[in-house]
C-alpha cells in the first residue's frame, strides 16, 4: 500500500492546504491572543468567556455543518463544471445559515444565562461562579450581534474554497483577526482613550472584525465575476431547484446534524469536566485555546482532504481520488506527531501567561500533556471523516463522526464523573483515550472504499 506521494502530488496539496492553514492558523492565534487579554483581566472573566464560547462554538459547528453538508454537492459540481449546480448550491447555503443563525440568536437571548449555569455548577468558590456567570452574560449578549454575519463569510468563503480559491478568505481572515486584535486591546484595557470594557470590550472587538470579515469576502467576489461565474445572478431570487434541494437533503442533512450533534456531544462532555469544579473549566479552556492554535496544521489538512477528493470524484476520478486518500492520511497522521511534539514541550510554559490560581495552571499542563499523546489519533480521526464525507457517505460519516460521540464519548463520560471520583487528568485521558476506537472504526469504513462516489454524476452540465 503506497503511502507516500509524488512531489506534484504534494505541490496540490499544499497549494491548497497552506492558504487554509494560515487562514486558521492566523485566525486561532489571535483568538489564543483574544483568550490571554482577557486571562490577565482575572479567573472569573475568563471562565465567562470560556462558558460563553463553548455555547458559539456549538452554533459555529451548525454553519460548518450546513455549509459542508452543502459543500460535498458544491466542490462535485465545479468538478463536473457545472456552474449552475454550483449557484444554487451557494443559494441554499444562504437560507439555510440565514435561519440557523436567527434560531442561535433567539436561544442564546433567552436562554442563555440557563445554558451558561450548566458549565458553572461544579465545586468551587460561589463568588467566583456569579462573577463568570455575569461575564458570560455581558460577552454573549454583544456576541448575537455576530452571528449573521459568521454565517455569511461561511457561505462565502467554502464555496471559494470549493473551487480552489482559497487566497481570498485566507486574506480576509487575516485581515479581520488583526482588526479584531487592535480592538481588543484598545477596548479590553481602555487605551488610546476608550473606555476599560473588559469582556464587553472582547466581544465588540469580535463583532466589528466579523463585519469585516463578510464585506471583504463578498465585495471581492461580486467584483470579480469572471473568477467567480456562481455569483452572476445569484441575488436575482434566492430559488433552489427541488431536486437539488433534496439531493442536498438526503446526503447533506445528516452530515448538517452530524456536526450539530459533535457538538453539542463535546459540549456535553466539557459540562461533565466542570462538574469536577470550576477550575476545570478555566484549565480547560487555556488546553482548548492552544489546541486550536497547534492542531490547525492537522485540520486544514483535513479540509483539504475533502476538496481534492471531491473534485476527483465528481471527474469520474474514482481510482485516484481511492489513492490519494491513503496518501492524504498518512500526511495527515505524520504532520500530527511533530505538532504534538512542540505542544508537549510548551505544556509546562503557556499556563504561565494566565492570571489564574496555580491550581488551574496545573490542571492546564496535565490537560495539555494528555491531548499531545492523543493528538495523532485526533488527526486519523478527522482525515477519515473528511474522506469518507467527500462521497457524500452521510450513514457512514454520522455513525463514524457524531454517533461515536453520543454512543462512546459522553456515555463514557458521564458515568466516570458521576459513579467514581477518578481526577479530571485521568478522566480526561481515558476520555481521550477512546479515540483509539474511533480510529480503528474509520478505517474499517475506509477500507471498504465504498465512500468513493460521484453523487453529481446524474446532474446535467450547465456553464
Known sequence: MKLIGTKSFYRRVFALMVPILLQNGITNFVSM?????????????????????????????????????????????????????LRDTFRFKLIL???????????????????????LSGEGDESVARASLQSAHDYMRIMLISLL???????????????????????????????NLALNYVLIFGHFGAP???????????????????????FWTLRHREK???????????????????????????????????????????????????DVVAANNINITFFNVFSVAFMSAGISIGIILGQMLGAGETAKA???????????????????????????????????????????????????????????????????RSGGQALIT????????????????FIIQRFTDIPIIPMYAIVQGLNLLKCAVGYLFFRTGRWATNIVSEEKAEV
Not at 460563553?52 to 459542508?68: E, H, K, Y
Request: proline content about 4%; aromatic content about 12%.
Open 228 to 278: 467567480n461565474p456562481f455569483i452572476v445572478g445569484a441575488f436575482r431570487s434566492l430559488r433552489v431547484p427541488l431536486p437539488l434541494v433534496r439531493s442536498v437533503l438526503s446526503k447533506g442533512l445528516p452530515l448538517m446534524l452530524n456536526e450539530t450533534l459533535w457538538a453539542g456531544g463535546m459540549a456535553t462532555v466539557n459540562r461533565f469536566y466542570s462538574l469536577r469544579g470550576l
Open 33 to 85: 491572543l483574544d483568550n490571554l487579554m482577557v486571562g490577565r483581566v482575572g479567573h472569573p472573566e475568563v471562565t465567562g468567556v470560556s462558558v460563553a464560547n463553548q455555547l458559539i462554538f456549538v452554533f459555529a459547528l451548525c454553519c460548518f455543518g450546513a455549509v459542508s453538508g452543502a459543500g460535498i454537492f458544491g466542490a462535485q459540481f465545479f468538478g463536473s463544471g457545472n456552474v449552475k449546480g
Open 322 to 388: 481511492k489513492d490519494s486518500a491513503r496518501k492524504l492520511i498518512a500526511f495527515s497522521v505524520a504532520l500530527s506527531f511533530v505538532v504534538a511534539g512542540v505542544y508537549a514541550a510548551l505544556s509546562g510554559v503557556i499556563p504561565g501567561f494566565y492570571s489564574v490560581p496555580d491550581s488551574v495552571r496545573t490542571l492546564a499542563t496535565g490537560l495539555m500533556l494528555v491531548c499531545a499523546a492523543t493528538m495523532p489519533l485526533e488527526a486519523f480521526a478527522n482525515a477519515s471523516y473528511f474522506t469518507l
Open 97 to 119: 445559515c440565514a435561519v440557523i443563525a436567527a434560531g442561535a440568536a433567539a436561544l442564546f437571548f433567552f436562554a442563555g444565562d440557563k445554558l451558561s449555569m450548566l458549565f
Open 149 to 179: 454575519p459568521f454565517a455569511l463569510v461561511q457561505c462565502f468563503s467554502s464555496t471559494l474554497r470549493e473551487t480552489g480559491q482559497t487566497v481570498l478568505p485566507m486574506t480576509a481572515g487575516i485581515i479581520a483577526v488583526f482588526v
Open 196 to 218: 476599560e470594557m473588559g469582556v464587553r470590550g472582547a466581544a465588540v472587538a469580535t463583532v466589528v472584525s466579523r463585519f469585516a470579515e463578510l464585506f471583504i469576502v463578498a
Open 398 to 413: 454520522f455513525i463514524f463522526d457524531s454517533g461515536f460521540v453520543w454512543a462512546v464519548t459522553v456515555p463514557a463520560a
